[in-house]
């Protein structure tokens, strides 16, 4: 039988992606304790402010100046799924909308036409340390679906469906299913114009907690070799995917023709895997916009310089929605979700 492992890629701070998928990081940042303007209570000397990536002293600011951050920036196009395990963010965007959301929570934003956003993340523990770790995966939009309405989706850790399975040596393997059916489980549903709404788009995500020495057998997708299949292996020493080593740090693509058996290696290890059949669009992409042509990116950029998008209705470009860690989303409609529900 051919290979199972198909090619293997080094992980860096960003990830390789198939078609459908544009972009994908892992942000793990060890804040320190935070201060009262819900910063890191530390020196920022030194850094790069507005564009700190480095990770020193194992953390960063991004484009935060006080909070670490995204401050208010636009996107066309495509869409973000945004996957907190640690820590929260702070969302708010040029419709009025705002979401504080984390441990285990998804954000599902559809760009479509265009939105200005800020993603933050406020530091709120005084006495520290404030652990931050998320994954956001940049998802591209059908040509038909570009210009829809702005959109998002709180997919809330108590409605996230995880599956366990455990092998003939009793070793769990906890699959998180953020994306796409398994086993018959199936997560909340995606926005109503993601490529991932599509049934033949056979997208999934899942992301595999493994005990050290752990084995599952992946499904194969319901497309076949049309569906690209890639396993992020981002946390332990390696795994092997049909008896094929596969180091730690590494990015698998793999046969998505079949099954495959993934066991863990002598460490406990976490995979993210994402699965999808490409649209098969052209893409042309400059920063925040992603369309189909050069004309079309130009045009975003003239929308945005006349109409930002909306505007922006905040008093500052890195809003924060103050230290209470409660968990909610009050979306443009008026409409309020929290994660617990009250």
């Not at 366990?164 to 998180?176: H, K, S, Y």
């Not at 993601?194 to 595999?208: K, N």
């Not at 909306?310 to 929605?321: A, L, T, Y």
């Amino acid at each position: 039988m051919s290979s199972a492992v198909l090619q293997t890629v080094p992980l860096g701070f960003q990830w390789p992606t198939a078609d459908p998928f544009l972009f994908c990081v892992h942000h793990l940042d060890r804040y320190p304790a935070g201060n009262a303007a819900l910063g890191p209570a530390a020196s920022l000397a030194g850094r790069p402010l507005g564009s700190d990536f480095e990770g020193i002293d194992g953390w960063r600011m991004y484009h935060g100046q006080v909070v670490p951050g995204f401050p208010s920036h636009p996107h066309r196009g495509f869409e973000t799924i945004t996957y907190v395990r640690q820590g929260l963010v702070y969302h708010s965007d040029s419709l009025g909308a705002a979401a504080r959301y984390g441990s285990g929570d998804v954000q599902w934003m559809t760009a479509g036409a265009g939105i200005q956003h800020a993603e933050m993340m406020p530091l709120l523990d005084r006495d520290g340390p404030n652990t931050l770790e998320l994954f956001q995966i940049w998802l591209n939009l059908s040509a038909a679906d570009k210009m829809v309405e702005p959109h998002f989706s709180m997919l809330w850790e108590r409605d996230i469906p995880r599956v366990v399975r455990t092998d003939a040596a009793g070793r769990t393997v906890e699959i998180t299913v953020i994306a796409g059916p398994l086993d018959g489980v199936a997560p909340p549903p995606p926005p109503p114009a993601s490529w991932a709404s599509h049934p033949e788009s056979d997208l999934a995500i899942w992301h595999l907690t493994m005990d050290a020495g752990a084995s599952c057998t992946l499904p194969a997708p319901q497309g076949g070799t049309d569906t690209n299949r890639i396993l992020y292996v981002f946390e332990g020493t390696g795994i092997t995917v049909e008896g094929e080593p596969v180091g730690g740090a590494t990015g698998a693509v793999v046969d998505a023709g079949r099954a495959v058996t993934v066991t863990a290696g002598a460490h406990h290890t976490e995979i993210l895997m994402m699965q999808a059949r490409p649209l098969g669009e052209p893409v042309a992409q400059h920063g925040p916009f992603v369309m189909n042509t050069r004309a079309e990116i130009q045009q975003a950029f003239d929308d945005y310089q006349r109409t930002r998008f909306g505007g922006w209705p905040w008093d500052r470009d890195d809003p924060v929605h103050g230290p209470d860690g409660t968990r909610f989303a009050r979306f443009a409609d008026g409409r309020v979700e929290h994660a617990v529900p009250v």
